[in-house]
T-cell receptor, first 112, second 113 residues
């Protein structure tokens, strides 16, 4: 089974700061990659996904992520965060076993 | 469309009791799955189904049963509840075999005392 590592457990930022969340996975074959977000009190929503093609993918709300195959990484970035970006962020990976594996999540707190 | 619905939203059980968490989707999705979310552990896959009549185990299947008699419904049964099963449970569905965006339900918060 896949393992997915998210390097930061809790990140605290001020508004307008840049955000980068790390994600690494273990499987060496073909994978589909996702970032999901869970706002307080809500269920998970898709931020962005990578299946193939351009390794730099853009998602909703100004987020983007870069797939670096050689590093088994799929890091999430946002140039300038807002208070409303306070949430928990999950990296997820699925390979050809059809089992979606999630990282432990990173809680992001944005201070106004 | 209602999307993915789950009932109940909250449940308290005593050790040894059994119950069924309901999940339904109205998007005609083939793939459905159950996750549990625990602090610091992310979401862990319990069971999944790639279509009606087909189910398989995920990462943490012990203590849970599932069945998929229709495309729409995917109930999760706790056979004999234990405190270790205290968690938030999410049902999800996607169009194909998990390789697409997962649509999540609102979750069921279960406490086992």
């Amino acid at each position: 089974a896949q393992s997915v590592s998210q390097h930061n457990h809790h990140v605290i930022l001020s508004e307008a700061a840049s955000l980068e969340l790390g994600c690494n996975y273990s499987y060496g074959g073909t994978v589909n990659l996702f970032w999901y977000v869970q706002y307080p009190g809500q269920h998970l929503q898709l931020l962005l996904k990578y299946f193939s093609g351009d390794p730099l993918v853009k998602g909703i709300k100004g987020f983007e992520a870069e797939f670096i195959k050689s590093k088994f990484s799929f890091n999430l970035r946002k140039p300038s965060v807002q208070w409303s970006d306070t949430a928990e962020y999950f990296c997820a990976v699925i390979s050809n076993d059809y089992k979606l594996s999630f990282g432990a999540g990173t809680t992001v707190t944005v201070r106004a | 469309n209602a999307g993915v619905t789950q009932t109940p939203k909250f449940q308290v059980l005593k050790t040894g009791q059994s119950m069924t968490l309901q999940c339904a989707q109205d998007m005609n999705h083939e793939y459905m799955s159950w996750y549990r979310q625990d602090p610091g552990m992310g979401l862990r896959l319990i069971h999944y189904s790639v279509g009606a009549g087909i189910t398989d185990q995920g990462e943490v299947p012990n203590g849970y049963n599932v069945s998929r008699s229709t495309t729409e419904d995917f109930p999760l049964r706790l056979l004999s509840a234990a405190p270790s099963q205290t968690s938030v449970y999410f049902c999800a569905s996607s169009y194909s075999r998990g390789a697409d965006e997962q649509y999540f339900g609102p979750g069921t918060r279960l406490t086992v005392t």
